[in-house]
């Protein structure tokens, strides 16, 4: 039977998967093997999940390594939990609750705030290692889109399966339908996923 759990490796291994991924990237290259070297000088295990290099203590998830099209970022997963001294910290939009990033657009960009980075990092460690928790807004915090709530007006099932979901899941699709801005893109994906609202699943289900 082939295994497909993540492969894992101790803080002073190099993850062949996060390799490859860096290998591959098409842009920002230099700046995340820059990324890479800080994250790993802490005591983290170095692993792919969803498709991008993680940083874990202990399973659980700490920090991330991503790219967009004008920047690279290191994401910290509980990252509003920070002290932020430095004020470096971005939200990415308004509905994000526990992440928060630093950006970057060059390698001089990383070096200069290396100490900072490596300061944030055993920060993020030591909020895992007390076990505190972010204290996330409850679904009917969130505004819903219009296009989403006339949807589950009209359609009494879709709001009963909506309704049936885990707190997270529901969340998730709130999230996800309210981030595009124009109306017509909001329309299609909820109409692409009505289905699976139905079937009970979860946006990544």
């Not at 991924?21 to 230099?30: C, D, P, T």
């Not at 967009?68 to 290191?74: G, P, T």
């Not at 999230?175 to 990544?204: C, H, M, N, P, V």
Request: overall charge positive; charged content about 30%.
């Amino acid at each position: 039977m082939k295994n497909n759990k993540p492969v894992k490796t101790p803080p002073d291994k190099m993850n062949p998967k996060v390799d490859a991924y860096i290998r591959n990237l098409k842009k920002w290259q230099e700046e995340l093997k820059k990324l890479r070297t800080i994250v790993r000088g802490c005591p983290l295990t170095e692993e792919l999940k969803w498709g991008v290099p993680c940083y874990t203590y202990q399973n659980s998830n700490v920090v991330l390594l991503h790219v967009f099209k004008e920047y690279c970022a290191i994401l910290f997963i509980k990252g509003s939990l920070l002290k932020d001294s430095k004020g470096v910290l971005i939200q990415q939009t308004a509905n994000v609750q526990a992440g928060r990033q630093i950006r970057f657009t060059d390698v001089k960009g990383i070096e200069s705030i290396e100490d900072t980075l490596n300061a944030y990092i055993l920060e993020a460690i030591e909020i895992e290692k007390a076990g505190l928790k972010v204290d996330l807004k409850k679904t009917a915090e969130f505004n819903m889109p219009e296009e989403f709530k006339n949807k589950l007006d009209k359609n009494k099932a879709l709001k009963a399966a909506f309704n049936a979901l885990t707190p997270g899941r529901q969340r998730a699709y709130i999230l996800y339908f309210s981030s595009a801005k124009q109306s017509q893109t909001r329309e299609a994906r909820i109409e692409k996923y009505t289905a699976q609202i139905l079937k009970g699943k979860g946006l990544d289900d």
